[in-house]
């Protein structure tokens, strides 16, 4: 699957239920709106690390690299272990 | 108490006795005491080529950097009062905020703008003399309550730190809050008024606990304050790793868990633990230490100075072992409220906290009222909270619960009733939060609905309701 789209999926079914994976932007600021604040990042980064294995023990982590889908798609693509595919394209 | 040193007397003296030793250490930039004074020295120079009237307040937006410091103490240096709006604050709540101040300027990192000409006069000309930082109150309506400190007061309080935790030269002292808190009047300028060193943790790493204890570790840290959060995250990073380094630790803001009381001797081995009551109006009040063995924490005695009394519904002074609300006067509080006639009642302000006073004169806090929580160590009015939901044009109805959580000690959930389907959805009501309110304030969870809200006999929302549907759905 893209990863945008099941960082999407994750991110509407754990903090914004009532939306649809689809309605939510890839741009869309997830900090400033409250969706992703510094206590919900640890269970979004175990669930990137589980899905995409990150080796997040060895990975700089900051808040800019989760303020939007778009954000954390190159988060994933700078720190997956495995080459996730469809990763590079657009 | 002796006649009190000016906080910006000893920070010119410290440039020049002791210029190289470093006054800050925020992320990659040590900054030493000589460079912060002519980066200060700079900024003044800038302040004064705009030519505003005397006494008029500038703002300094309180991004977490050398140069925010630095601003601060170039307001310090031309005199001027100086608002420190939170980062986080949305753009809405900041322009009225700084309208209502009477802001000629903003200082925004590395940015000086100079605001359009208003009527709003300065804090000199309503009444409040000689202030210098006025802090906003960390409630949760789009535009906080200013709290403007004097000059001699933060004198007094930063006086009252150096000695009580032994800041000197050379002690490194760990700053966790944001620059606008009123918690930095501590770990950031009675360690600078003292010569030390201000060891600052990167906002966007603040709930990484292995940066934290590494921070601690690399920078010899001997003391620590901070919301009890912290020192959760550090007990979780540092199992049989403790930080020996620590000689004082502050806990402040929020209830401690007995379970994190039990850890933290292990945690802190060389270290004296505190609990401190206060808040942005009055700074703190009460300090209680910990001798061990306590399953909860009292807050301890009044300071040096600070009127404490405890009073019943009516208002009544209550004597010897007695539960009531807190009222207090402290040597470092505000006379009032920046535009609200008449100051705190009596010189006391009403702490809205509920205490028990023992035989022994021990303070113990019980409660707050209902609506107050505190959300990630920042104090939330929920019922404002529901205001601002309700006055959405396409929201019906709303309910704001405050949601028990082990971590952020309590995360906010809103139910709001809708106009009809598909006339809102949460992401657009999160945008309408994040432009009116502080980023703690903006809910965890958003539930928007179609069907009418529970309500409870006399009509209004039934909180317990929504709160036990959100427990039976997760």
Same mark, same amino acid.
């Given at each position: ?11 509407v ?6 939306i ?6 890839d ?23 589980d ?40 | ?24 250490v ?26 505003l ?93 200013? #709290? ?66 590494g ?12 919301v ?10 540092? =199992? ?5 380094? #620590? ?11 007995a ?35 306590e =399953?909860?924490?009292?807050i ?10 405890v009073?019943?519904?009516d208002?009544? #002074?209550l ?8 009222? #207090? ?10 535009? =609200? ?17 023992a ?12 609506f ?52 809102l ?10 432009? =009116? ?17 529970p ?20």
């Amino acid at each position: 699957m893209d990863p945008s789209l099941a960082i999407k999926q994750y991110i509407v079914r754990e903090f914004l239920p009532d939306i649809a994976p689809e309605e939510l932007d890839d741009d869309y600021d997830l900090v400033d709106n409250g969706v992703v604040n510094s206590l919900s990042l640890l269970p979004i980064i175990n669930w990137l690390a589980d899905r995409y294995d990150i080796p997040i023990d060895d990975v700089d982590i900051s808040m800019n690299d989760f303020l939007s889908v778009a954000a954390i798609r190159r988060f994933v693509s700078r720190t997956a272990r495995e080459r996730v595919p469809a990763l590079s394209e657009n | 108490m002796g006649r009190s040193r000016s906080l910006l007397a000893c920070l010119v003296e410290r440039a020049r006795v002791r210029p190289d030793s470093v006054a800050l250490v925020m992320g990659d930039e040590r900054v030493t005491y000589a460079g912060l004074h002519a980066m200060a020295v700079a900024g003044a120079g800038r302040l004064a080529a705009l030519g505003l009237p005397a006494g008029r307040a500038v703002a300094v937006r309180a991004v977490k950097s050398p140069r925010t410091v630095a601003s601060i103490m170039a307001c310090l240096l031309a005199g001027r009062p100086f608002l420190l709006p939170s980062a986080e604050l949305g753009e809405h709540a900041l322009e009225e905020l700084l309208a209502r101040a009477g802001c000629a300027a903003l200082l925004d990192d590395d940015e000086l703008r100079e605001l359009g000409p208003h009527g709003d006069a300065g804090p000199g000309e309503r009444g409040h003399e000689d202030v210098s930082f006025m802090l906003t109150t960390s409630g949760s309506t789009g535009v906080p309550k200013i #709290v403007p400190l004097p000059a001699a007061a933060v004198d007094r309080f930063t006086d009252w730190a150096i000695d009580r935790f032994g800041l000197g030269p050379g002690t490194a002292v760990l700053n966790y809050a944001p620059l606008s808190f009123d918690l930095c009047l501590l770990d950031v300028w009675a360690t600078l008024k003292a010569g030390g060193t201000v060891v600052a943790v990167d906002a966007a790493r603040a709930s990484d606990g292995r940066y934290l204890a590494g921070l601690i570790e690399a920078e010899n840290v001997a003391v620590v304050q901070s919301v009890p959060m912290m020192y959760r995250l550090l007990a979780d990073a540092c =199992r049989d790793r403790p930080l020996r380094g #620590v000689r004082h630790v502050l806990m402040t803001g929020d209830k401690v868990s007995a379970r994190l009381l039990d850890e933290l001797p292990a945690l802190f081995p060389a270290a004296r633990l505190y609990n401190v009551y206060g808040c942005t109006e009055t700074n703190d009040s009460f300090l209680y230490e910990v001798t061990g063995g306590e =399953r909860s924490l009292p807050i301890g005695r009044p300071l040096p100075g600070v009127e404490a009394l405890v009073v019943d519904e009516d208002g009544t #002074v209550l004597d010897g072992p007695a539960t009531g609300e807190l009222l #207090v006067r402290t040597p470092f509080q505000a006379a009032g409220y920046l535009g =609200r006639e008449g100051g705190f009642g009596g010189g006391r302000f009403r702490s809205g906290d509920v205490v028990h006073r023992a035989e022994d004169g021990v303070f113990t806090l019980v409660g707050r009222n209902d609506f107050q929580v505190k959300v990630r160590g920042t104090r939330v009015n929920l019922a404002e909270v529901e205001h601002l939901l309700l006055a959405h044009e396409a929201a019906v109805d709303a309910a704001v619960v405050g949601v028990p959580d082990d971590l952020a000690g309590v995360r906010i959930h809103a139910v709001v009733r809708r106009t009809a389907p598909g006339a809102l959805n949460s992401l657009a009501l999160r945008d309408y939060c994040r432009a =009116r309110l502080p980023r703690a304030a903006i809910p965890t969870t958003i539930q928007v609905v179609d069907d009418p809200l529970p309500v409870t006999p006399t009509g209004k929302p039934d909180r317990q309701t929504i709160l036990r549907n959100l427990r039976n759905r997760s």
